[in-house]
């Protein structure tokens, strides 16, 4: 074989080269593999790790068709993708792994509803605002199941941007007219009263193969994610129950690679909130605290290799996000205070640092739940992060 | 600060572009820091993960200054370096950890025998052959220590190479008439009879604070490690012997970053056999096998920040080399086989495949120290590896 050839076979092209990227890559180098990426930046995180970088933009078919020419699979590492460019790229012969299909259902909301919602899966109550008359049908819904109701954007929403609560018809006419000026299609979700918030990782083989790793407790702020507790409060039969849940949305997605289910539960049911089909932040404590992580089993599953253990590595995993502070130093120039911290595994993205502005993530494995939440959070901090209103750390603990 | 004062400031210069290498830039992406490897071939191991590569061997004075000057601190993947070059590297204002002083002692047996010697630690008898009358200094050695001896190249030997045991006078002239053609400086040592061999693995910081891992057995084949046992069949008390030793010798040595020590165990007795200046062989398990890895620490240790625990993370750890097979095969396209085996952790080095080359190694954690070495020879078998006369892994067992 000649090395050109060899490099192919081994070569994942990943769209995208942002930390799932990187992360994805420093897997990929562990198994002597090539991660090749699309980066629209030639500073973009994952290209200081990538074995290859293909400048370029998932919505430009020459730029998705460089990067397939130099890949054996084609994955992602973010789901802003033009899915008929996808789906070319695919026709073309290369394999592409999440399909379009599953694609799909991750990136627009309407579609993950129905199809939740066929398959007899829980979730919350919505209504598809399509054609004519939406504030009415957002009134309407919110008759049958009272106000506040949540508009979201069908597509296109992330980390909490696309979704509005509103109170009122006042309120939702403001959304409404926006979108419609925006020709941003919208649902309407009845706003469920959340007691807690989980997230369930599932790696999927192309033949049907899955395997899940425990269901994590998740804190968002602001519909940003901020921490992730192993296991979390919730009984162990609500765990289990969430895990099954995740199992049966990644066999309805029929996705292959890693697809995270974020689920809300409310008043003593389960309901599916979210779909990524991507390996997820709620699956960053995996790199420790997993025999396998979930950016090995994504490896391992789009190139169709047997997956992983998912076995948790240890009795308690918490892992907190490393958000860029107020004065915008670089955490880097912060390790020495994070890693003084116990146990603290620090994971920096190798990105421009903003206020606000997620870069990193540090996790801790250790015995008792409070106790490695506690260090994470104080690496977290040193690092810079400021620790948000909605995060109790309980600091006159016992 | 600039970008590229940023850069500059996280960046890690690495002299060679070798597995590990590799591994040391997998931990650096992983901190957020940027690894830049000299690379004598556009397809060594590490280049495909390096966030930048400069092109050079180390043997050549401006390309140690190129890599200079692109790194906050210049570090090495192996000690094939000019002593006097990276002294004039470090004269002229760059950080070089270890030190020459540290890396002479690493890379001349009759140095590192003397030191060890001098500072009261535990050797096999041993005698430097400086300037004429060797044959004769070695049957004098012989005499007092009896055949047969060991003949080893001061400088420039590894796994195996440039040792020579000789059981007589006659073996004995035929090697130092070929070192004395080569102008090769010898010492001869006692053969002492190995009951086990151990290594023990240290990180220092500049200032002097140091961590060991726990000492593990490790088996050699012709000079090559194959397998990496922790723990060991040792004593603890043995093995606790063996880790004070390890932080002698580095303490001695003046190590910053990692340093491996090589040991035997003879007749009751622990003694100094090897010493790197560098992550090692002996230490691959700790990627899975510790709370921190020693390639993490040796970059911790390097910049002088705080060094990460060394706890062992599993009962029982196995780590087996992985070396290509007769028919030339890549590794990379044998997966399939290694990770069906539960637990396997693989690396491989994107090397390019060679019968009986060192390309990957496989680890496993559990609970049983039988079942773990073989679950990590299963899968290194499952990637090509020949299991070497001198393994025993007893297949009819209980």
Known sequence: MSPAAANRTEAIGIVGAGQLARMMAESASALGLRAVVLAERPDDSATAVAAEVVPGVPSVAADLTALAARAAVVTFDHEQVDLDLVA???????????????????????????RVQAAGLPGPAFE??????????????????????????????????GVWPVAGPEEAA????????????LLVEEQVAIDAELAVVVARRPGGQAVTWTPVETAQVGGVCREVLVPGRLDPAVVADAAALGAAVAEVAGATGVLAVELFWSAGRLLVNEVAARPHNSGHWTIEGAVTSQFENHLRAVLDLPLGSTAVAAPAVATVNVFGGPDGADPVDRLAGALAVDGAHVHLYGKEPRPGRKLGHVTVCGEDPDDVRHRAWTAARALGTVVPAGIDLDEEGP
């Open 174 to 185: 403001r959304v409404v007219e926006e979108a419609d000026a925006a020709g941003t299609p």
């Open 88 to 114: 070319a790229v695919a026709a073309a012969g290369t394999v592409v792994r999440p399909g379009v299909d599953t694609l799909r259902m991750a990136t627009d909301k309407a579609e993950m509803r129905r």
């Open 128 to 161: 598809v605002l399509a054609g004519g008359g939406v504030l009415a049908a957002v009134e309407g819904f919110a008759g049958r199941h009272g106000w506040p109701v949540v508009l979201k954007a069908a597509r296109g929403g992330y980390d909490g941007k």
